[in-house]
């Protein structure tokens, strides 16, 4: 019996082996080679050190700047008993209230000071401060958490100087989200917790975390009741920041102007009220500088001449600018919106006379920086322009890029005016002002001013290749090109529902229209699959493709959405000559006429269909050139009755 095993040991040892030798350079190994360095791996891992040694723990060091003077407006009462007990710890050892916290976690949303209070502590008992950032402590080797830990606490005990241990986001090494097979933040945690045991009287460790419901429970527990609150700054801290920011850099601003921006700053941190006071005096620096150098130009000592003098001044409008534009998620008023639109024209030297208030009321629901990327677009289109500054410049700015207020008909139409403005037309069949009304109906989903643009720049390269001016085709043309990117195609599924790739979740019953048109997309459908909205992985340009479904092939077909948007006659007839110019074909302009007649009520994707099964059926029959037949025997299949006509003229009108 034991021979029997020791052979199937050496069966499967000698299988394995070949499996090894089969890969790379093992080829010409022994398996007792390879042996060996599967146990050398083995023991690497296992001896793998963690990332922070004693020497680099001094890295983490910082000298505490911070005290409790330099922190504006209320200190927790927790923090300040904490300092206390520390700074009299004989007096409460005789009094028998030895109990000083050797550990606090800090809560609350980010940049409300809770590194400032664990530097502060620091620095009123005259300790060490050491700041880890919790994403140092844990890295993809096994065992570096736990490791890292202990490697801070050891140095710090061998140092034998009292400190502060400052461990930041604290949620990154304890997060009750994350599952790993290594259990790596479960050892790190249990690890800190020993630690924490200890109760070393030289050390005492801040937790902070802006997320305290990821926290593991283990950590909840510990600090049920030493856990300390950070929010955000009620109106009195935010006023006395304010304040020592203006005092600080000697600006002299009403007290009273200061008492109502820190009413419009609620819900900003501390952080926050330091990032815009900084603004606010850049902004002023930047408006006034030309001033500045001029001033300073003129005087040989300005040090000596004006210490005592502000050189350029700070108002409430510089404030205003920079609470906004130093935060994403405050809307201007439409008073405030006047005074951004005035603040960011004035800065890029744009006049904006009376059209601020258009402008402004135009904006609404726009933040700061929608704001300003106007304004950005409004300068590169009139830098790039041959032509002076004019209200339709600011029309294309601020219809460019944003997708907040999309442009109606008068004014997309107004914006293919502009974009055409000064190009050579050489128009057939309508005005300029008729096309641009087509144009501006067909581009009623969702254009942004950089799409219609595309449009006239597609027209532009199509006439050069001519060699040409801009016709009607060259515009229409880019048109279709710019419609088929941002169609949006539709999955039928098997209950004859379809749903669009933007919104998986609406479900619209197809029409029986629909079905006659395309017939064959609810042929071979199992009934099983329900409405199961597959999520359309191919190109609008293909006809369908694949979904995979409780392990069963899935065919999803494609259509394209903008079926309320059918072309005339005459655009059909444009956009079929387009469809035919790549494809080898013994079309008159007749027959082409008469399925431009025949497809009325049809959209431009169905169109392409036609053609393009048109040229499948030409290449199936080995036809050198697809003919009128072809086409007769595709549009019978999309329920077209198509005949040639004997048509006396072409469409000249591309509007009816």
């Known amino acids: 019996m034991n021979i029997k095993k020791i052979y199937l040991f050496l069966i499967i040892l000698l299988f394995a082996s070949f499996s090894f030798a089969m890969e790379g350079d093992l080829n010409d190994l022994s398996w007792l080679e390879i042996a060996q360095m599967e146990l050398d791996n083995a023991s690497k891992k296992k001896e793998q050190k963690p990332d922070i040694t004693s020497d680099s723990v001094e890295l983490f060091k910082r000298i505490p700047k911070v005290a409790f003077k330099d922190i504006k407006g209320d200190i927790p009462e927790e923090i300040t008993r904490i300092v206390h007990k520390i700074k009299n710890r004989n007096y409460y050892q005789q009094c028998g209230l030895d109990d000083t916290a050797h550990e606090v976690l800090l809560v609350g949303p980010p940049g409300t000071g809770k590194s400032s209070l664990a530097e502060a502590i620091a620095t009123e008992t005259g300790r060490d401060f050491y700041k880890l950032p919790a994403s140092s402590l844990i890295t993809s080797y096994q065992g570096s958490g736990s490791g890292n830990i202990k490697a801070v606490f050891e140095h710090v005990r061998k140092a034998g100087r009292p400190s502060v241990i400052f461990i930041d986001e604290v949620d990154g090494i304890s997060n009750s989200d994350i599952k790993s097979n290594s259990y790596e933040t479960d050892r790190t ?261 950089r799409e219609i643009s595309e449009i006239v720049n597609i027209a532009i390269e199509l006439a050069e290749l001519e060699n040409s001016n801009i016709k009607e085709k ?48 609810f042929k071979d459908t199992d009934s099983r699959f329900g409405s199961y909205a597959v999520t359309p992985l191919i190109e609008e340009e293909k006809a369908f493709g694949f979904e995979y479904f409780k392990g069963k092939k899935y065919e999803a077909k494609f259509m394209d959405y903008r079926t309320k948007l059918q072309p005339t006659w005459g655009l059909r007839f444009i956009i079929l000559q387009y469809f035919l110019e790549e494809i080898p074909h013994g079309l008159s302009i007749n027959q082409i006429n008469s399925l431009a007649k025949a497809t009325e009520g049809y959209s431009w994707y169905l169109l392409k269909q036609i053609i393009k099964q048109s040229e499948d059926c030409a290449i199936a029959e080995c036809c050198e050139k697809l003919q009128f037949k072809h086409l007769i025997n595709i549009a019978y299949e999309f329920n077209i009755d198509l005949k040639e006509l004997d048509l006396d003229k072409l469409p000249t009108c591309i509007i009816s």
């Open 189 to 449: 945690v249990k690890e800190l917790q020993v630690q924490l045991d200890e109760q070393d009287p030289l050390i005492i460790c801040v937790l902070a975390t802006n997320n305290f419901e990821q926290l593991s429970g283990a950590l909840k527990d510990r600090f049920a009741h030493k856990t300390i609150n950070v929010p955000l700054p009620n109106y009195g801290k935010r006023l006395a920041i304010l304040k020592y920011y203006a005092e600080n850099r000697k600006l002299n601003v009403g007290k009273d102007f200061l008492s109502k921006l820190a009413k419009l700053t609620d819900q900003l941190s501390c952080r926050n009220l330091e990032k815009l006071s900084e603004e606010a005096f850049n902004i002023a620096f930047e408006q006034q500088f030309d001033s500045i150098k001029k001033t300073l130009d003129k005087e040989k000592e300005p040090e000596t001449q004006n210490k005592n003098n502000q050189l350029f001044e700070i108002n409430d409008v510089h404030y205003l600018v920079a609470t906004y534009t130093t935060q994403n998620t405050k809307l201007p008023s439409l008073a405030m919106r006047v005074v951004l639109l005035n603040y960011f024209f004035k800065k890029k030297k744009l006049g904006l006379g009376d059209n601020i208030k258009f402008l402004a009321k135009k904006t609404e629901s726009f933040l700061a920086k929608d704001i300003k990327a106007i304004v950005d677009n409004i300068r590169d289109i009139v830098d790039e322009n041959k032509w002076p500054y004019c209200l339709k410049d600011i029309y294309a700015g601020l219809y460019y890029d944003q997708t907040i207020n999309f442009a109606d008909s008068f004014m997309r139409r107004t914006l293919f005016e502009y974009y055409l403005n000064g190009k050579s037309l050489a128009l057939e069949h309508c005005t300029k002002e008729e096309l641009c009304s087509v144009l501006a109906y067909y581009t009623e989903d969702n254009f942004t001013g």
């Open 474 to 521: 060259h515009l229409i043309i880019g048109l279709y090109k710019e419609l088929m990117k941002k169609a949006k195609p539709y999955v039928i599924s098997s209950n004859l529902h379809y749903h669009c790739r933007t919104s998986p979740a609406e479900r619209v019953s197809i029409s029986d229209d629909i079905k006659q048109i395309l017939p064959n997309a």
